[in-house]
């Protein structure tokens, strides 16, 4: 189970930490947001939890509070930006796109989002 404290040598952690700067969208006692280096949408905001973890399916068996915790703040994050509808994806293994293994749903909101992603 790729879950544990934190990861010294992982670039989320290291934003939770504020070790590195982001652009913070929201603080919670399990959480921490930040918008995307490269947004691909007016709204793009990366949620993960301040725990370290690979993916979203390792971190809803190892702390499940937590992953509950992280879906909730998306809404508020898109919601907070003026948008009820939004996308939530999480990219989960590399061949699916996914290049940080630090669990993080992508919210994307703005703009029309079509079917099927690409
Ligand atoms: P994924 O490909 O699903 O793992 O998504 C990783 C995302 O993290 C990409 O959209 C990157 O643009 C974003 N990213 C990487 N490093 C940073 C950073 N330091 N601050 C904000 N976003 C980042």
Redesign the pocket.
């Known amino acids: 189970m790729h879950v544990s404290g934190t990861d010294p040598d992982c ?2 952690c290291k ?1 939770v930490a504020g070790d ?1 700067p ?1 652009e913070i969208v929201s603080e919670t006692e399990r959480t921490v947001a ?5 947004g ?1 949408a007016p709204t ?1 905001v ?1 949620v993960v939890p301040r725990l370290h973890a690979a993916d979203i399916a390792s971190l809803a068996v190892a702390a499940p509070d937590v992953a509950a915790a992280l879906l909730v703040e998306t809404r508020r994050i898109a919601v907070g930006d003026g948008h009820e509808a939004y996308r939530l ?3 989960t293994g590399a061949d699916a ?5 630090h669990v ?1 749903g ?1 919210v994307l909101a703005g703009r029309d989002l079509t079917w099927p992603p690409g």
């Not at 930040?34 to 490269?38: A, G, I, V």
């Not at 796109?97 to 293994?101: A, C, H, I, L, N």
Request: charged fraction near 10%.
């Open positions: 670039v989320f934003i590195i982001a930040f918008r995307d280096l490269n691909q793009h990366l994806v999480f990219n796109g996914q290049s940080v293994f993080h992508h």
